[in-house]
């Protein structure tokens, strides 16, 4: 597929606009054709547990409260009453529902696979609108079928103050410097925190890549947590060579000293083991872990078939010294470099031909990890 952004090559966006400015590209996707209705998307909703939310900007009786929410698991009805107008219903995860979908992610892979997080679809009646927010990750909104018209404040100064009380973080006020009305194929991207409010003219669907963004509490929670039981954590404090303090209220340097060298000498002491952390972290999948299905437990690995990726099944490799780090959600195996080759074509593609896994399938260790990805449901036999 051409860029995306046409005339912009892709150095350009990422220097002058990737977490800077808002950019709207007309016909990023031209001639995008709506790959479902809005009565398959509603059954793709019953149906499945895909994560999705319906978003009513008047409510609904007998509540009548503005901006009301509606949560998953939907049934029929809950489509059949919804007003004709200012109502939007939003469905996350569904490149894990509709593979297919994946060719809409496809020309956003120039920013690393680990960084992207989801691709949503929204629809909206006449007028829908999920209100004026901001999302704390960067995110590229296509226009599917239909206008939706976008009001977007650049300024850094805007007023932050949100409407008390309501289920979804609503700015209070809202004033644009930028209005553009977007239709099927247009795009437009927003960096992380830029007050956005769209509203839809007409019925319309949008899509929204979105990507992810760890947060520096939750990684240093989980690398913590991966070795809280070693042996360096559990020791305890000691003082063999206490000498007496005039004041028995004081906690003193000399001791604060020995505290904080035990807290820190067991975290520098696991730093080397920091980047295959980060690796295995990065490809775990969010949500539902994969259950390893037992009655796969004695299957051999076919040579001779080609296998398939599922789309929610991130790989990753880093690089370090002669070592290639393998990461499959949130699994990790270190291969020779010589396998570096082979491993980038892993992770750049979603379809291996049994000619293309022929360097990895030599490795033992490989063929053993490969084993528990089809066992989890990430790889599968090639149809
Ligand atoms: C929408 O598609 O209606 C909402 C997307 C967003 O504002 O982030
Ligand atoms: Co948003």
């Known amino acids: 597929m051409d860029s995306v952004f046409g005339k912009l090559s892709k150095e350009d966006f990422l220097a002058n606009y990737w977490q800077k400015k808002p950019l709207v590209i007309r016909g990023a996707f031209p001639d995008f054709e709506m790959p479902f209705t809005a009565e398959e998307l509603a059954g793709l909703a019953c149906d499945t547990d895909a994560p999705s939310r319906m978003i009513i900007e008047y409510g609904l009786p007998p509540e009548n409260k503005p901006w009301q929410v509606k949560v998953a698991p939907f049934e029929d009805e809950d ?12 469905v996350n ?7 297919e979908l994946g060719n809409i992610i ?21 007028q ?59 795009m437009l991207y927003l960096p992380p925190n830029t007050p956005h409010y769209g509203i839809a003219e007409g019925a319309c669907f949008t899509f929204s890549v979105g990507f ?27 003082d063999k060579n206490r000498t007496l303090q005039s004041n028995s209220g004081e906690i003193t340097q000399n001791d604060l000293e020995i505290l904080s060298s035990m807290m820190l000498n067991a975290i520098k002491d696991q730093q080397s083991g920091l980047n295959v952390f980060l690796g295995k972290q990065l490809t775990e999948t969010r949500g539902e872990t994969p259950q390893a299905d037992d009655y796969l437990d004695d299957f051999e690995l076919d040579d001779q078939v080609d296998y398939e990726r599922e789309s929610w099944l991130r790989l ?11 990461f499959a959600d949130g699994h990790h195996l270190a291969l020779a470099s010589d396998k570096k080759s082979a491993i980038q074509k892993l992770c750049e593609n979603y379809y291996f031909t049994a000619e293309s896994l022929k360097t990895l399938m030599a490795s033992y260790e490989f063929r053993d990890f490969f084993k528990v990805l089809i066992k989890e449901g990430g790889i599968t036999v090639a149809s």
């Open 79 to 90: 489509f059949t009453t919804l007003p004709d107008s200012h109502c939007t219903f939003l």
């Open 93 to 99: 995860d569904l490149e894990r529902y509709i593979p």
């Open 106 to 126: 496809e020309p956003f892979r120039f920013i690393p696979d680990w960084r992207i997080d989801d691709l949503m679809v929204s629809y909206a009646e006449d």
């Open 128 to 186: 829908g609108s999920v209100g004026p927010h901001t999302d704390d990750y960067d995110v590229f909104l296509i226009q599917g079928q239909g206008k939706r018209r976008w009001k977007v404040i650049t300024r850094e100064d805007y007023n932050k103050v949100l409407i008390p009380d309501l289920p979804i973080a609503i700015l209070k006020e809202f004033d644009e410097d930028e209005d553009w009305l977007l239709e099927t194929g247009d």
């Open 212 to 238: 992810q963004a760890p947060r520096t509490v939750d990684l240093v929670q989980n690398w913590l947590e991966t070795f809280s039981k070693d042996a360096t954590f559990n020791k305890r404090f000691t």
């Open 316 to 326: 990753a490799y880093i690089e370090e010294k002669n070592t290639i780090h393998f």
